[in-house]
């Protein structure tokens, strides 16, 4: 790795730790908003959730993709897939928060062992999207500052632990689906 490179990658530093704290509190506060309850005369954005645990569906079959297509050696078309995801995750935390914005929560009706199972995936999904916001940003300035040794490194980390927020999301919706009013 050259120094410029390193250079490079270090003044996108300051941008990733402040993405990386923002995003999580922006969207923890947003959560408890809802506009209804302010008197804000919206409607409920009922018709989201599908569409965004579509979002993160694609966003896993995207993330498989992009890693076919750089095992491949097809670099172009990697660079094209992640930019993608990406821009599937920002689609779908926007539709995210807008949803919670103007609905009530919803409940999971389950009970016993599926209960168990429903929070175990809801809880590590939660967390595990908060954790892979550096990851993401960091992963993608390695790759962007042609810091390819270290983006590889950190890429064997990232990929897993983005594609199980897309799937688990996936997961948690369709636990969830039948108990939305």
């Known amino acids: 790795m050259t ?9 996108y530093n300051k941008w990733i730790v402040a993405l990386s704290v923002i995003i999580p509190l922006a ?8 506009l209804r309850k302010l008197g804000f005369d919206v409607e409920p954005l009922s018709f989201l959730p599908p ?3 579509t979002v993160n569906g694609v966003t896993a079959v ?3 993709a992009a890693f076919i ?19 599937l995750s920002v ?10 914005m103007t609905s009530d929560s919803t409940k ?13 995936i809801l809880i590590t999904h939660i967390l595990l999207s908060i954790v892979i916001i550096p990851f993401v940003l ?5 790759a962007i500052t042609n810091n390819i040794e270290r983006h590889k490194k950190i890429a064997k980390i990232t990929f897993p632990m983005w594609l199980y927020v897309a799937i688990t999301g996936v997961i948690v919706y369709l636990m969830i689906s039948p108990y939305y009013v």
């Open 69 to 87: 297509a750089i095992k491949n050696k097809n670099i172009k078309l990697h660079e094209r897939l992640m930019k993608t995801a990406i821009a």
């Open 27 to 34: 969207v923890a506060a947003l959560f408890g908003v809802n």
């Open 91 to 100: 689609a779908f935390l926007v539709m995210y928060v807008a949803y919670h």
């Open 108 to 120: 999971f009706g389950g009970e016993g062992a599926i209960k168990y199972a429903y929070y175990f």
């Open 3 to 11: 120094k410029e490179n390193l250079q490079a990658e270090k003044k």
């Open 51 to 53: 569409i965004y645990a």
């Open 138 to 142: 960091i992963t993608y300035v390695r």
């Open 62 to 64: 995207v993330l498989i």
